[in-house]
C-alpha cells in the first residue's frame, strides 16, 4: 500500500507532533534536566509513535475493505495487515 499524506493525514500529524516532542527530550538530555521529567516526556514519545503506527494499519484495513467492497484486489492482504499490526504490539 502507497503512504500518501491524505491517506494517512491523521498519523502524519502525530508524527509531526512526536517529532517535537523528541526534540524537547533531547534537548531536556543536554540541558541536564531530571531523569523523571525526561522519562515522562520519552514515555509520551513513544506513546505518540504507537497511536500512530495504529492509525496507519486502521487506514490500511478501511482501505483494503473499500477495494474488496468494490471489487478490486486490495493492495495487502489480511495476514500482511496482520503482522503489521503484530509488530506494533
Known amino acids: 500500500m502507497e503512504m500518501t499524506p491524505a491517506l494517512v493525514g491523521d498519523a502524519l500529524t502525530r508524527l509531526r507532533r512526536a517529532h517535537g516532542q523528541l526534540a524537547g527530550v533531547i534537548s531536556m538530555i ?12 520519552l514515555a509520551a514519545v513513544s506513546r505518540a509513535l504507537d497511536r500512530a503506527g495504529f492509525k496507519i494499519v486502521a487506514t490500511g484495513m478501511r482501505h483494503c475493505q473499500a477495494a474488496r467492497e468494490r471489487g478490486d484486489e486490495p493492495p495487502m492482504t489480511e495476514q500482511e495487515l496482520e503482522k503489521l499490526f503484530l509488530a506494533l504490539a
Not at 543536554?30 to 516526556?41: H, I, P
Open 30 to 41: 543536554e540541558d541536564g534536566e531530571e531523569c523523571a521529567a525526561v522519562l515522562t516526556q
